[in-house]
């Protein structure tokens, strides 16, 4: 199983950002996909699901009307675009599949909002 992130930049408040997870190793289009996000000094925080078949989504209250989770099972890949980005969004952003109880995670790409 390998997740990669990508998309990570440094963007002022205000601004968007689209990250991009490249899956493989699996049968993509069989699970569910999530984002998380892990800021300094916090725990690593639940930002977005989305169903096998990107039927269902859902957000934490923090990103709800800003963020948007998406995948396409043709490329297997799953994004997160990321609207009115706050101070407060800044932190690693992962990608995780959970396969027969096992967690699986990407190596992470940071999000930096900042003036």
């Known amino acids: 199983v390998q997740l990669v992130e990508s998309g990570g930049d440094l963007v002022q408040p205000g601004r968007s950002l689209r990250l991009s997870c490249a899956a493989s190793?699996?049968?993509?289009?069989?699970?569910?996909m999530l984002w998380y996000r892990q800021a300094p000094g916090k725990g690593r925080e639940l930002v977005a699901v989305?169903?096998?078949?990107?039927?269902?989504?859902n957000y934490a209250d923090s990103v709800k009307g800003r963020f948007t989770i998406s995948r396409n099972n043709v490329k297997n890949m799953v994004a997160l675009q990321m609207n009115s980005l706050k101070p407060e969004d800044t932190a690693v952003y992962y990608c995780?599949?959970?396969?027969?109880?096992?967690?699986?995670w990407g190596q992470g790409t940071q999000v930096t909002v900042s003036s």
């Open positions: 995780n599949v959970r396969l027969d109880f096992v967690d699986y």
């Open positions: 989305i169903s096998s078949t990107g039927d269902y989504k």
């Open positions: 190793g699996f049968t993509f289009s069989n699970y569910q």
